[in-house]
């Protein structure tokens, strides 16, 4: 129904930069709200950051001030702009979108994940 695709991974330096895209497409009316998750080997998958689409954002503590989520509504794209990577960062994140079917079924999506690695 949905197709998430996912872009930006990849490895970067400590202190450097990259930024995460993933966009949406499919018989979607509309996506309510969008978000980056992040799981590292042995823990949890847990929310980085989302945001709804009048723009409100979110952010999980350890990213508040490097990371920046935004979204571009008639692209059904969602962007997470990473600075100040830290090794601590490094994990498979992925894109996750709540959205409505052209039925009004509210339903929830996750894309494949990307890898970001941060090491020197």
């Known amino acids: 129904q949905v197709q998430l695709v996912e872009s930006g991974g990849g490895l970067v330096q400590p202190g450097g930069s990259l930024r995460l895209s993933c966009a949406a497409s499919?018989?979607?009316?509309?996506?309510?709200?969008m978000g980056w998750y992040r799981q590292a080997p042995g823990n949890e998958r847990e929310l980085v950051a989302d945001?709804?689409?009048?723009?409100?954002?979110r952010y999980a503590d350890f990213v508040k001030g490097r990371f920046t989520i935004s979204r571009d509504n008639a692209k059904n794209t969602v962007y997470l702009q990473m600075n100040s990577l830290k090794p601590e960062d490094a994990a498979v994140y992925y894109c996750?979108?709540?959205?409505?079917?052209?039925?009004?079924?509210?339903?929830?999506?996750w894309g494949q994940g990307t890898q970001v690695t941060v090491s020197s």
């Open positions: 499919g018989r979607i009316l509309s996506i309510n709200n």
């Open positions: 945001i709804t689409y009048g723009g409100a954002t």
């Open positions: 996750y979108i709540e959205w409505t079917t052209w039925e009004r079924r509210i339903l929830e999506s």
